[in-house]
């Protein structure tokens, strides 16, 4: 090469270097916080999840072809449906007879006939598209590296061909509310490329127009494989993709757009339903669409820059560190592979942080709470539909809100609830002829509220009330007591009305004990009078009614209705193996793994069962614990690493969280293994998002526990309850407590060294650290640093 030609090329990759945007620098932390591949997907299980709440995507990272299947939220199957029975309620009586007399296979019979939620299964969410970004022939392909980078809430891909070095970046604003895909090369006029997009939905097609791709269609209806009966759609949608590039030419070809000789292309993926709310369908997606393209300017660095600020607004409040483990520079699967040799510390904190980025990318206000699969699901027949589970898994998803300081994200939650009391309304009048309002163990995006599935599992009255648990603790973390007033005790007490008629008196009983009834203890044992679970739901719900009514001064008769009622709920009972029973009567088995741990819900995520107020049941849930075993589902691990931190033994709970991080690579396996994908998905098996989000909050939960009160009514904050010996040092900073309280703790030689407290609402609290306390009085927004010599 001769000397001027050279000196061309390195001037025209300078010049090039100065016109391409700059790209905000990675800090050290934000380094260290990604998920690392040395290969693309070639699962959906290893593929990349971004997301703004709204629209999903999984990014596959092929350097020849990119693949990134995408997700808008209200994109469900169904029509605007009550699920409801009009006759169900002549039934309830004789269910419970039939139960009372032990004729439970009798009443499970009946109740399918005729109490049962119509149609009998409720709808699934479903897949959008997938976008493609074909590449051509690429040989030669060295030090390739996929990552996403949680700090920044961006994916990307880099390699090498030759002496260019190519770079992807993809991230899903949530200011702009659009998907922005940046091809980029170190080289002038090194982007060429094929942009289309397809989709699994039948009744879908795609055009071009000018530099859009365009991809509009609706959700077909369809014959339910197990039941027969066909279930109409009525859902409309759009999606577009503008591709904008610089210095290379666009050109449409059919149904694809073909960029050539590009320094650098930046694709604008947006996407909506004709979903208004799950009783008005009447929205209009292409116009949804087009208002959201044109609000903006694709300036792809102010774009970026407005994303990266929104979204470490939220990420960055909370840091942990718990000590390096110099595994960071290996890919995110091997080092999962390798956890059971080298308890890596780093990975349990980048599980816990990937939870919080999950949250915030799956759920923001105004956007559905999140899924079973959060945001992304890449099946039109997912798994239990990827709806809402609210025996268990929809609030796990939940519960890192507010203790992880991402309150915001739990706004989503707050709205299907709300909705759920509308439709919920209707079927406590029909199912019980009660008032209030009732949900059974699933919702969907039309906020079924009527049982479904099946009588042995789906007649389970507490999911209502369970979720109005986090209601109250939105109240409980911030004080906020517009919110108590306006939203969430008016749906707390709608939510208790319905029990105060529902709960009955037990007529073989011998302590006069009012029990719930039919109903079951989450999936175990069938149709029952009595479960366990539902008394200690319905005595929190109840208790945190009388809480709300007196700090709002409302209701006096009904808190005095409520307390009496509460007092003769049947109670907790010990076993004859020293456990804590599941049910009324003496009959758990000893040998019993299954996934559910329903009746330890006192201990967690309710608060009755405390080592301070009640040692023996304390014991019998350790009992009870130890026998259900260390394994199960992956969400079933994520909830015993939140056991096992109530019960103060942070060595199990560590080692649930290890039977968590174990690696499994099919999807496929039936519910043995749980473990987490590759991507660090949690594994049911299949993908499920619950046990991330579950393992997110049991974290905290070793580190500070903030549910108890001492005898003033003051928060005890009780730091670090369950510290297991393989975190001897360590400091977290940023978690929030009940009573509007901020908290950094660090830690040396597995000893406490220093915390700080930030009050937020100005109450006393009293810190605990073992058997030594310190109370603390500060004014809102004062923060005090205490050393562990203040510990009395
Ligand atoms: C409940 C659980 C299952 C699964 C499903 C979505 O029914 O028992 O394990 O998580 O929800």
Redesign the pocket.
């Known amino acids: 090469m001769t000397l001027k030609r050279l000196t061309c090329s390195f001037l025209s990759t300078l010049f090039f270097l100065l016109l391409v945007p700059c790209v905000p620098c990675d800090d050290g932390e934000s380094r260290s916080l990604r998920l690392l591949f040395d290969r693309p997907a070639t699962e959906w299980t290893e593929a990349l999840p971004v997301g703004n709440g709204t629209l999903g995507g999984m990014v596959f990272g092929g350097a020849a072809k990119e693949q990134i299947q995408f997700n808008e939220d209200t994109l469900w199957t169904g029509i605007p449906h009550d699920y409801s029975n009009a006759r169900a309620s002549e039934y309830l009586a004789e269910i419970r007879r039939l139960l009372f007399d032990g004729k439970q296979k009798e009443a499970e019979r009946l109740a399918h006939q005729n109490f049962m939620s119509l149609p009998l299964r409720q709808v699934r969410y479903q897949p959008f598209g997938d976008l493609w970004i074909d590449l051509g022939e690429r040989s030669g392909v060295t030090d390739y590296q996929r990552a996403l980078d949680l700090d920044r809430g961006v994916a990307s891909v880099t390699y090498r061909e030759g002496d260019v070095t190519f770079r992807r970046e993809i991230f899903a604003s949530h200011p702009d509310r659009v998907m922005v895909i940046r091809l980029t090369a170190d080289k002038p006029g090194q982007i060429d490329c094929a942009v289309s997009v397809t989709s699994p939905h039948v009744e879908s097609r795609t055009s071009v127009q000018d530099d859009t791709l365009v991809l509009a269609g609706r959700v077909a209806g369809y014959h339910h494989p197990r039941d027969g009966y066909f279930q109409p759609s009525i859902l409309r949608f759009e999606s577009r993709v503008r591709v904008v590039e610089q210095k290379g030419t666009v050109t449409a070809e059919g149904e694809t757009l073909r960029v050539a000789r590009a320094d650098a292309v930046t694709l604008v993926l947006t996407a909506a339903t004709s979903f208004e709310d799950f009783a008005n369908v009447g929205g209009d997606p292409a116009a949804r669409c087009e208002q959201i393209l044109s609000a903006l300017d694709f300036d792809h660095g102010a774009m970026l820059k407005r994303h990266v600020d929104d979204h470490q607004s939220l990420f960055k409040r909370v840091s942990l560190d718990l000590g390096d483990g110099g595994q960071k520079h290996k890919p995110t699967d091997l080092r999962i592979k390798e956890f059971p040799e080298t308890n890596d510390p780093h990975l349990v904190v980048l599980a816990f942080q990937y939870g919080r980025y999950l949250l915030i990318a799956s759920s923001r206000p105004g956007s559905q709470p999140a899924t ?1 699969q959060g945001l992304w699901n890449n099946l039109m027949r997912p ?2 539909e990827s709806k809402y ?1 609210t ?3 929809a609030e796990m998803n939940y519960r890192p809100a507010e203790v992880c300081n991402l309150s915001e994200c739990h706004e989503p939650l707050f709205d299907l609830i709300e909705d759920c009391a509308w439709t919920g309304r209707k079927t406590a009048r029909m199912h019980y002829d009660c008032p209030g309002w009732v949900l059974h ?1 699933n919702t969907d995006i039309w906020r079924g509220a009527a049982p479904i599935n099946a009588s042995n ?1 789906g007649i389970w009255v507490t999911g209502g009330a369970w979720l109005c648990q986090h209601l109250w603790w939105r109240y409980e973390f911030t004080l906020d007591r517009e919110f108590l007033a306006k939203r969430a005790y008016p749906i707390m007490k709608e939510a208790a009305l319905f029990f105060t008629e529902y709960l009955i008196d037990d007529p073989r009983d011998e302590g006069d004990w009012l029990i719930s009834g039919p109903s079951n203890s ?2 175990i044992g069938g149709l029952v009078m009595g479960p366990t679970m539902d008394h200690q739901i319905i005595r929190n719900l109840f208790a945190n009614c009388i809480a709300a009514s007196r700090i709002l001064d409302v209701d006096p008769a009904l808190r005095e209705k409520l307390t009496a009622l509460r007092a003769r709920i049947a109670p907790n009972r010990i076993g004859q193996h020293g456990q804590l029973q599941e049910w009324l009567e003496d009959k758990d088995d000893p040998g019993n793994k299954h ?2 741990v329903s009746h330890l819900w006192g201990l967690f995520p309710g608060n009755e069962i405390t080592l301070e107020k009640e040692p023996d049941l304390f014991a019998a849930a350790r009992k009870s614990l130890h026998m259900r075993g260390d394994g199960g ?1 992956g ?2 691990m994520a909830w015993k690493v939140n056991f096992w931190a109530r019960l103060k033994d942070g060595d199990r709970a560590y080692k649930l969280l290890g039977n968590f991080l174990r690696l499994t690579c099919s999807p496929r396996t039936e ?1 043995r293994g749980g473990g987490v994908y590759p991507n660090l998905f949690c594994a ?1 098996p299949p993908f ?1 998002i ?1 046990g991330n989000l579950g393992v997110t909050s049991g974290i905290p939960e070793m580190l500070l526990q903030s549910h108890r009160q001492n005898d003033k009514g003051e928060t005890i904050l009780d730091l670090l309850p369950a510290l297991p010996a393989v975190w001897p040092e360590g400091s977290v900073k940023g978690l929030r407590a009940r009573g509007a309280f901020e908290v950094d703790i660090a830690w040396e030689g597995g000893l406490l060294s220093r915390v700080a407290i930030k009050s937020l609402g100005g109450r006393p609290c009293e810190i605990r650290y073992g058997s030594k306390s310190a109370a603390l009085v500060l004014k809102g927004g004062e923060r005090k640093e205490l050393t562990s010599r203040d510990f009395r």
């Open positions: 079973l798994p239990w589970t025996n268990i898994n163990h599992h989450p999936e996934r559910h589902t969400w079933s519910y049911h499920q619950d």
